[in-house]
């Protein structure tokens, strides 16, 4: 069980390195964009397995934290991209 649990953890560490290299010669933003997202998902199955490995429950509240900032950042980042402003000021009022 652990020599699978070393495996995954390193072919999810070799795939974060691909996706750095997609984040820097990504040909458009939105690319950019799915890279980095690809990265806070594959950082967080590391953690996954990192817990595993140490047998521990202590990093599930880790990876609650980031998978809602990798969710906020990816929404974020979005709608940047599409309309330029994160957050709307409504100035009819």
Known sequence: ????????????IVSMVGMLYGIFRGPSTPDRLIALDAIGVMFISATALL?????????LDVILLLAVLSFIG???????IEKGKIIEHDRNR
Not at 1 to 12: D, P, R
């Open 74 to 80: 990816t929404v974020s980042f979005s709608k940047f």
């Open 51 to 59: 817990s595993l490995l140490f047998d521990t429950g202590f990093f």
């Open 1 to 12: 069980m652990m020599t699978f649990i070393w495996i995954a953890l390193m072919i999810v």
